[in-house]
Each structure stands twice: as structure tokens, then as C-alpha cells.
């Protein structure tokens, strides 16, 4: 086994209060982590989980000047999208065509081959139903001339492309100029920005959205706060990330996938979050579902747990058993699906 390299000594600080609630009490949950999925960061870690809020983060952190170190080969350098379902085989082929009639159907889109009937057909199969409406970020449809709507870490810029092409005037903003300049090239309307950049904007947009973002930012309260601040009243905030009360967390432990150190500075558990975000003043959160993230967290968890390859995971359309439980586990306990997916709405008296 390859020698982990250590992370710069000037490139770490501390963290001595908990970046979520500001409390110094706390216990270690995991020591000498390290990067065992892109295995291209140096450093061995160490999280805590706060005895107030019960949120965990990392302490020592990489700091901003370098933390670019842990992103050497990460998807969002990619120009590639990645579909939820590929068209293998008879079967495969028709439920790709029949979600695509339900995007259309649902959400304004025109994807094809397209099977119409898969408007009444994928309802009633509630994991894909729960996918493609998380692939479309369970959004509305934008009002009369298109609504304005932000991705903040737009990854590749996939969604962005989606969205634009459900009627949205979109945007996307990121502290990582290589996807800025990967999304450019795609012609997508997307800058690069600083923090303090999130403090010039008042009351603009419709929507704001966030895939597996607010883990990964060193003020994640300040951010929802800025962010509550961009949205016109009556807006949406759609937002994604690990879930730390998770059933994959609790059956995996320290090989749980959405661990994944030095990356995720912050993790939450939902009830936790829920409060921060009224606490900025969102109200009528809902917590949403993405459906099949099971089929995608446990195959690299069990890798990781076994130390293989996890580029290798994958069940090929294969589940067993007991990720099929999983599955209709997550459906009827919210509170222990691997992501927390919601939305919030800033208040039209706000």
C-alpha cells in the first residue's frame, strides 16, 4: 500500500468551535481518515462531532490557500454528464424511454426516444419517480419569460444545461475556476467568485440551488444566509448533501461513503440543518427524496470497507436484498436516507 503523503504543515488551521454552532464541546469520531475514493489528496484526518449541534467537521481543515490540493481530479473537471439510467437491453431501454415521457410530461423538457405513457407509468414506481425528480431538482416551472435561477458549485455544469432547457435563465457560480472554465466551454453562463462576492446581491432570483455543496464550504451558516439574501421573496432554496444520520453511515462507519475527507469539511445531520435554515428565516421546508442512492452509496462503501478499487463498484443492475430493504427503508424514513434533500422558501413579507 502506497505511503499516504501528509498535507502541507502551512496549509492546515484549526478549528477549535464547531463551524455550525459555534460550540467548543465535542468528541472524535473518526481519526486517520484519509482520501480513499480520488485518492489524490495527501493528509490523514481527523472528525469530530459536536455535542451541541451535532454536526461534524474536520479539525485541523486545509485552508483556502490550499485545499485546491484535495480537487486534483475531481468530476467537476469533467466534461461529461452522468445519466441515472443506461440503455442496456430491452428492458433498460424502455424504462430510459419511459422517464424521459415523464421528464417531458413533468417538467417542460423534450428528451428523446420518449415512451409517452411513462407520465402515468414512472409514478408508480416511486424510486424512479424520486430520481428524476431529483435529477430535475424537483423544481417548478418557471413563470411567464423564464424565471432566474442559480446554481451555486455547479459541478460540470449538467444541471445548468438541464434547467435551461426547461424554460430557466440560468446561472452557476463556483470558487473552482477549472469547472468554471470546463462549464464555459459549454457555453453556459457561469463566473467564478470569492466568498465575499455572495454579499453583493440582494433579492434576485426565483431559485437557488445546491447539489452536494454546503459540505464542502468553511462558513456553511454564512452561505445559507448570503443565499437567503439572493432569493426574491417566494423564492426556493433546493439544497443536497450527505446525510450524517444515514442508515449507510450507521451500518459503514468510517468507510461510509459520504465521509469522503478532506473534501467534506462539514457534514449535518437533518434535523440539524433544518434548524440553521430557519434559523435564517426559510420557512415550509420539506425534506424531499432522490430515490436509488442506496445503488450508488453502498456498493463504493462496501469497497471501501473491503479496501478495493471503488472505481470498480458497481452492482451492474444488480442489487441484493438487502439494498432493495435499503431502498424502500429510505422511502419510509426519511430521516435515515443517505442524502438530506429539501427545499425551503424565503417568505414573500420578508
Not at 499516504?4 to 486517520?32: K, M
Not at 409517452?116 to 419517480?129: E, K
Not at 433546493?238 to 468507510?255: C, E, I, Q, V, Y
Amino acid at each position: 500500500m502506497t505511503a499516504i503523503q501528509p498535507w502541507p504543515a502551512d496549509g492546515l488551521e484549526s478549528v477549535p468551535i464547531c463551524p455550525v454552532c459555534g460550540h467548543a464541546q465535542r468528541e472524535v469520531l473518526y481519526t486517520d481518515l484519509t482520501d480513499r475514493v480520488f485518492n489524490v489528496a495527501p493528509g490523514t484526518w481527523t472528525l469530530y462531532r459536536c455535542t451541541q449541534c451535532e454536526s461534524a467537521y474536520l479539525d485541523p481543515r486545509p485552508n483556502e490557500a490550499t485545499i485546491g490540493l484535495a480537487y486534483a481530479s475531481y468530476y467537476t473537471h469533467e466534461a461529461t454528464d452522468h445519466p441515472i439510467v443506461r440503455r442496456k437491453g430491452v428492458v433498460r431501454a424502455f424504462v430510459h424511454d419511459a422517464m424521459n415521457g415523464y421528464r417531458n410530461a413533468r417538467y417542460g423538457l423534450n428528451r428523446q426516444p420518449s415512451i409517452q405513457a411513462g407520465r402515468w407509468l414512472i409514478p408508480l414506481l416511486p424510486s424512479l419517480r424520486a430520481a428524476v425528480d431529483a435529477q430535475c431538482r424537483h423544481l417548478p416551472r418557471p413563470p411567464a419569460g423564464g424565471g432566474r435561477l442559480l446554481d451555486v458549485g455547479f459541478g460540470n455544469g449538467g444541471f445548468l444545461q438541464l434547467a435551461s432547457e426547461m424554460g430557466w435563465n440560468a446561472e452557476g457560480i463556483d470558487f473552482d475556476a477549472q469547472a468554471v472554465e470546463v462549464a464555459q466551454k459549454r457555453g453556459l453562463n457561469v463566473r467564478c467568485i470569492s466568498a465575499d462576492t455572495f454579499h453583493e446581491a440582494t433579492a434576485q432570483y426565483d431559485v437557488i440551488t445546491l447539489s452536494h455543496v454546503i459540505e464542502h464550504v468553511y462558513d456553511p451558516v454564512g452561505l445559507l444566509k448570503a443565499l437567503y439574501a439572493m432569493l426574491k421573496p417566494g423564492g426556493m432554496l433546493w439544497l443536497d448533501t450527505p446525510n450524517l444520520d444515514s442508515k449507510g453511515h450507521a451500518r459503514f462507519g468510517r468507510n461510509w461513503r459520504g465521509l469522503e475527507p478532506p473534501r467534506h469539511l462539514v457534514l449535518f445531520g437533518g434535523q440539524t440543518l433544518f434548524g440553521v435554515l430557519q434559523d435564517c428565516g426559510f420557512v415550509d421546508l420539506r425534506r424531499l427524496w432522490r430515490g436509488l442512492s442506496v445503488f450508488d452509496v453502498f456498493p463504493v462503501s462496501e469497497a471501501l470497507t473491503r479496501d478495493t478499487d471503488t472505481a470498480q463498484a458497481s452492482r451492474q443492475g444488480k442489487p441484493p436484498l438487502r439494498e432493495i430493504l435499503a431502498e424502500l427503508d429510505e422511502m419510509l424514513r426519511p430521516a435515515r436516507r443517505e442524502f438530506i434533500t429539501l427545499s425551503a422558501i424565503k417568505p414573500v413579507s420578508a
